[in-house]
């Protein structure tokens, strides 16, 4: 696996968590990243991206203001920190690179309920 997430857990509504993309790959520098999210029975959409120099270029409405997208090139890591969590944001959060996806890994769940 390229990209591997990390970080999720299970919190109640209005709680924070910040997950983790690492990767040991040379490719991690070089391209726009992405957070992605599949909830139990929808597709797999995006969550939030990044440009490879870390400018944010992308929010999906439901997480405007609510979420952030970081990244550290030289550590090749990047983060999403989510907050003011809601039941709606239950869904196995992954990495990738939008522009050419590569093999999708495990993914980390992040369960929001009280």
């Known amino acids: 696996v390229q990209l591997q997430a990390s970080g999720g857990g299970l919190v109640q509504p209005g709680e924070s968590l910040r997950l983790s993309c690492t990767s040991s790959?040379?490719?991690?520098?070089?391209?726009?990243l992405g957070w992605y999210r599949q909830a139990p029975g929808k597709q797999r959409e995006l969550v939030a991206a990044?440009?490879?120099?870390?400018?944010?270029?992308y929010f999906v409405e439901a997480v405007k203001g609510r979420f952030t997208i970081s990244r550290d090139n030289t550590k090749k890591i990047m983060w999403l920190q989510m907050n003011n969590l809601k039941p709606e944001d239950t869904a196995v959060y992954y990495c990738n690179v939008p522009a050419d996806l590569r093999p999708w890994g495990q993914g980390t769940q992040v369960t929001v309920s009280s």
């Open positions: 990044i440009t490879t120099s870390g400018a944010p270029n």
């Open positions: 790959a040379r490719f991690f520098g070089d391209n726009a």
